[in-house]
């Protein structure tokens, strides 16, 4: 009589089988498209390796790849072969173990926001969000400076002052001495008016969102930030 023998399921009854994990099913001959073959990047692996291979895909949507290109399905904002980086513009990729769906925009992320004061440039490095500071000055950021020394558009500078001379206001301010002979202080007069019908929000350099443009301007006439 013939053997009975048991029905296939799972990769075992595709076309092309099982990946080398014994689970995953291939997508082309020669184990094409497996995660042992796609690399695609993983919470807690530089590449494949034993080790994570149970963990789950970080800058890709999944472990498996395009059977011909090995072009992992990568998740937005974030690129490479492998989803291992984020594309120009974006920053953040281990925010993604955080809960972030993607890589973040530079210009609107919040823990991006470089000091255009105290940064050479207004990216931040992909991995971190560390900003480039200019020399003597620190922070991710890069808005702060030693002690005494407040940060503004030539560096960090001392924090008290008793004349006007001595003080330059930035974005409209004017300088105002409290009393003769007192501190003195940068004083913003301006004002945003009151109907905001017409009006669209905006993202300023430090990640925060205004109601307009103009109260981004009186935020920083008044506070003297960038």
Known sequence: TATDYPEETGCRASKFQCCPDGVTEARGENFAGCPSICQCHKVGCGSFSAQCRTNRALGAHEDTCDPVTNQCHCK???????????????????LIQRGSDGCLLFACSPACGCSLFGSVRDDCEQMTGQCVCKPGIGGKKCNMCP??????PKGCQPGTHYICDELQCYFGAHCHQQLPGGLVECVCDAQCPADSSNVTPVCGSDGETYGSECHLKLFACRYQKD
């Open 76 to 94: 937005p904002g974030v690129g490479g072969t492998k989803c291992d980086r984020c594309e120009p513009g974006f920053w953040g990729l281990p």
């Open 147 to 152: 002690d005494g020394l407040v940060l503004g």
